[in-house]
């Protein structure tokens, strides 16, 4: 009887060896995954923001030199471009934090929570922002093109159209990689 208790002893052991390392494997495996989503939110911010400080100089060029459009509309630009570099700056400080995936996954859940949340918010001010600076850019355009301003007008629409669908697709994948981080941390705690 003793032998067979002894028996039951090791492989209750064994077994709980074997799971406390699946839990391991398993936790690793989480935080690599919570890592790359991280990893890609900061890269797509990254460019963003690059596209934007780009636009700085090239907008001086495109509007002001090239097409004879206003000061105000390429200084409206700049402060537009510098609001999303702000944002994108803003939004992902807490991402960046080499911390942000070793700590505590309770404290990651809400730092990214709260990211997704002020991503999602952005939608509210750069919105109104876009679509007042391509009204702002189209009636300067067809000011200046006068009676050409028939054909100026649809084109600038639907590249204002193509952009703004460029940029819900760009946001929808955001919001997708903050959600896949929140289930992540959901159901590794779940399984604890």
């Not at 200084?75 to 570099?85: D, N, Q, R």
Request: net charge positive; proline share 2%.
């Amino acid at each position: 009887m003793d032998f067979e208790l002894d028996e039951m002893r090791q492989q209750m052991a064994k077994l709980k060896n074997k799971l406390d390392n699946q839990m391991i494997v398993n936790d690793r495996f989480i935080r690599r995954s919570i890592r790359n989503s991280v990893s890609t939110i900061n890269k797509r911010y990254l460019v963003i923001s690059a596209i934007a400080l780009a636009m700085i100089p090239y907008g001086y060029w495109a509007f002001v030199k090239l097409n004879g459009l206003s000061i105000w509309l390429w200084l409206a630009t700049c402060v537009m471009m510098l609001a999303v570099v702000g944002f994108c700056f803003f939004n992902g400080r807490d991402l960046r934090d080499h911390k942000l995936v070793e700590g505590n996954l309770q404290e990651t859940m809400r730092k990214v929570a709260l990211a997704k949340k002020r991503d999602n918010n952005w939608l509210w001010v750069g919105i109104p922002m876009a679509l007042g600076w391509g009204a702002w850019a189209i009636w300067e355009m067809a000011q200046k093109a006068g009676k050409d301003a028939d054909y100026l007008v649809p084109c600038c629409i639907v590249g204002l159209i193509i952009g703004a669908l460029i940029g819900v697709r760009v946001h929808m994948r955001t919001q997708r990689h903050y959600r896949d981080i929140l289930d992540q941390i959901e159901d590794a705690e779940d399984t604890e």
